[in-house]
């Protein structure tokens, strides 16, 4: 009982003496980067406890909803990074890595449906299986800031059907709207996908009862994932957004201007760019996909 | 691609817009102080993956770590509550909440160990069941703050053995050192324990993984849990600490001056406080429970 009565600056040294023990609980970490990172993990944590004032119920509350976020995440789903993603969390992550040439494909999240070991497409194949939607024929070049082609750029391409699921998200567990192809010579990629539509982040469990006491909607604007990855060249996670679409809110904060596009939609009548006539209509678009060299 | 080349203003500027933007997101939170907390939440997560540049490598490994986390987490071992307790996270949160007139007693981290349900001992009866450990005779007083007693209050009490596990870390599931009674009509309460010993938080999960990457101990000071509870009055989560022991280190922040205590030992010829005369040694002590009226 170190108190005497209601003396803010006594409390405020005791705040400050528990935060000074626990960084310096830090300091044997022989990892240097390790130190820097949980040093201010540490600092801002207690910042934020310190600010809010935290309750001990709040503080509960705060242990139980990430144990319902750790009990529902398995191999299929990724609440965590569903979190980091309504959080800003993710985005901030990417936002600090920009590359500051601002010569190259801006990035965005990576999000929970990322797989491994996607089905291999030709070039100019299908990558939308038996998943639903509209065609969408997607072409444009991989190349460097210089603009020279990367031929054998690996370019993985995912997305969600037109009921706004992912193929994890199927109960059967087939593979759709998921695949991989390889640029060409001249660095060119072409297939046929389907035109993004908006869907909602899954929301049945914790972090869409955050959304939901927040009166936030899950929504994510209509959108067609890239990871594309060549030798010597950095890893490029982004999407393609919908231009014309509704673009004002995107719930993972994910829409950066450069990376909206033109998706044309055409009748059924005319000709595809590989020569088939679809009895329905379909889209088409192209972007060019400029990787960073490692630095 | 709206950078031009490394202009910092711009870095700054376009982060920065992010933080606003998830904040905004908020806004229309009904809650106030949900709108508050989150917003809070949001601004120091932003802050900390600014300040370290948190690289997209780290931030999936924050997410595995997360994962593994959430799914070592079960009925019986709550890993969010170490991890919350070995960044002084848990003890912070007390700290803010520490009655600002000093003049009661001082609380600490309840760890993950606390359980619903324990059993009811008498008064001088005994709360170790077969667990092992040298007999220790607990005795004092609940009271207010002007020093009335408050009869019929509920002590919580709970602990290691002298192996360093808790009940919950049995194998067989059986109850033993935990147990609550209820004071008498002058307050008074009294009852068999073990004497603490130090034992490891459970280091065989992540959390573990983190304190041997920080080269902590992940070694607890020796103590005995008390909750103590009274209508009217606000819930007393603290422990008994061993005076004499090496207090230096306790891997969860929890030591507080005024909990340290002496523990007594007696050797097994000397009669006990309840008139039997054990063939090995014991210890006593005594502590006064001072509870805060309910604001």
């Keep these: 009982m170190t108190g005497t009565d209601a003396d803010p600056n006594i409390q405020e040294r005791r705040e400050q003496l528990l935060v000074d023990a626990v960084v310096a609980s830090l300091a ?5 980067r ?5 040093t201010a993990l540490v600092e801002h944590l207690h910042a934020f406890i ?3 004032r935290l309750t001990g119920r709040e503080w509960q509350l705060g242990i139980d909803f990430l144990t319902r976020v750790g009990h529902i995440t398995d191999d299929k789903r990724q609440e965590f990074i569903l979190l980091s993603d309504v959080l800003g969390a993710s985005m901030q992550t990417i936002t600090v890595n920009d590359d500051p040439t601002g010569r190259t494909t801006e990035a965005t999240v990576v999000g929970p449906f990322f797989l491994e070991d996607s089905p291999l497409v030709e070039l100019g194949g299908d990558i939308s299986g038996d998943a639903s939607g509209e065609p969408c024929w997607v072409e444009g070049r991989v190349v460097d800031v ?3 082609p990367l031929p054998g750029a690996r370019i993985e391409v995912w997305e969600a059907d037109d009921h706004g699921y992912y193929d994890v998200q199927y109960a059967d567990g087939r593979t759709a709207a998921r695949g991989h192809l390889f640029a060409d010579d001249e660095g060119r990629y072409r297939f046929w996908a389907l035109t993004p539509t908006p869907y909602p982040i899954p929301a049945d469990g914790p972090v869409g009862d955050l959304l939901a006491a927040a009166r936030r909607s899950p929504t994510r604007a209509p959108h067609l994932h890239f ?6 060249m950095r890893t490029l996670v982004t999407h393609l957004f919908v231009a014309g679409d509704d673009m004002g809110y995107d719930s993972v904060f994910g829409i950066r201007d450069s990376l909206i596009v033109d998706f044309v939609r055409a009748r059924g ?6 020569g088939q006539v679809l009895d329905r209509t379909w889209a088409r678009t192209s972007f060019e996909l400029v990787l960073a060299p490692i630095a």
């Design 28 to 32: 044997n970490t022989p990892d240097e």
């Design 34 to 38: 390790l130190r820097t990172v949980l």
């Design 50 to 52: 310190r600010d809010v």
């Design 146 to 148: 210089a603009g020279r």
């Design 227 to 232: 990871m594309v990855s060549h030798p010597g």
């Design 269 to 274: 009548t005319e000709p595809t760019p590989d």
